[in-house]
């Protein structure tokens, strides 16, 4: 029998997240609250600023933040938001 082997490659962040600067973005916190809203920028330690923000909580909208500032050791993932309303993934 012939195997299949997937190779998976690592990604380096820092060119991921500057691809990602003004468009959509879902950064998810350890604690499970979900930030999505456009990338605005990053810096050298990866702290995220996000504009037209909207905070989600258990799969639902809790509100629209607008501008934050999310520092980078609260974050568990990161991915990009397209393909939803408002360019956001669910």
Sequence with gaps: MAQTTTQKF??????????????????????GLEYRGLLV????????????TEEWINGKMAGKLGDVLIRCNNVLYVRGG???????QK
Aim: glycine fraction near 8%.
């Design 82 to 88: 397209e393909g939803e309303p408002n360019g956001v």
């Design 10 to 31: 690592p990604i380096n962040p820092k060119p991921f997240l500057h691809d990602l600067v003004g468009k959509p973005l879902i950064v998810k916190l350890k604690w």
């Design 41 to 52: 920028s990053l810096d050298s330690y990866m702290n995220l600023q996000l504009t037209q």
